[in-house]
T-cell receptor, first 115, second 112 residues
Framework: GAGVSQSPSNKVTEKGKDVELRCDPI?????LYWYRQSLGQGLEFLIY????????KSGLPSDRFSAERTGGSVSTLTIQRTQQEDSAVYLC?????????????FGDGTRLSIL | KQEVTQIPAALSVPEGENLVLNCSFT??????LQWFRQDPGKGLTSLLL?????REQTSGRLNASLDKSSGRSTLYIAASQPGDSATYLC???????????FGTGTRLLVSP
């Protein structure tokens, strides 16, 4: 596609429910990144993928968070047993390849609200 | 641990002014530095990327400079327009890593 596509754009759910956030990167981009933007913490890294593998998961805040990528394309970020502190905007980015000095291009994000 | 700071946090200028946004980082071992703008309720739009070996990059009315040894970058916006109103973020990629480490942002308002 023309840009990074994320869905849903907004998600409201009750505390304790599981949520799945989807990211469709720019066609041909092998690297994919997840970030989180919240009022108190600014923009913080969660995880990145090179192809289908995730060499760096260091930013995932707890074991309730997981992500996968299939076919070297679409990625899903899953949050289990959501808590109110999970409320944030989740941003996905992609780049042509790792270590290539290519810019990361971002989607519009998923705004997640936990009631 | 890399820390990125942006000054000022907010800036309000009349249309037509030239302005400079500042970004500083604590660890000079960076691979590149990227400037973004973010409009309310939207994602980030990439403006400029400066590789660690470069001193500056230009795109239209935007010019970004990098002084790696002093841990500083500036974004110069010439002849500002109301459409430039947004939050501007700088971010660095440290050598040996892939993730962006973001600054706190500068919220810019350009008045007609």
């Amino acid at each position: 596609g023309a840009g990074v596509s994320q869905s849903p754009s907004n998600k409201v759910t009750e505390k304790g429910k599981d949520v799945e956030l989807r990211c469709d990167p720019i066609s041909g981009h092998t690297a994919l990144y997840w970030y989180r933007q919240s009022l108190g913490q600014g923009l913080e890294f969660l995880i990145y993928f090179q192809g289908n593998s995730a060499p760096d998961k260091s930013g995932l805040p707890s074991d309730r968070f997981s992500a996968e990528r299939t076919g070297g394309s679409v990625s899903t970020l899953t949050i289990q047993r959501t808590q109110q502190e999970d409320s944030a905007v989740y941003l996905c980015a992609s780049s042509l390849e790792l270590g290539s000095n290519q810019p990361q291009h971002f989607g519009d994000g998923t705004r997640l609200s936990i009631l | 641990k890399q820390e990125v700071t942006q000054i000022p946090a907010a800036l309000s200028v009349p249309e037509g002014e030239n302005l400079v946004l500042n970004c500083s980082f604590t660890d000079s071992a960076i691979y590149n530095l990227q400037w973004f703008r973010q409009d309310p309720g939207k994602g980030l739009t990439s403006l400029l990327l400066i590789q660690s070996s470069q001193r500056e990059q230009t795109s239209g009315r935007l010019n970004a400079s990098l002084d790696k040894s002093s841990g500083r970058s500036t974004l110069y916006i010439a002849a500002s327009q109301p459409g430039d109103s947004a939050t501007y973020l700088c971010a660095v990629v440290n050598t040996g890593f892939q993730k962006l480490v973001f600054g706190t942002g500068t919220r810019l308002l350009v008045s007609p």
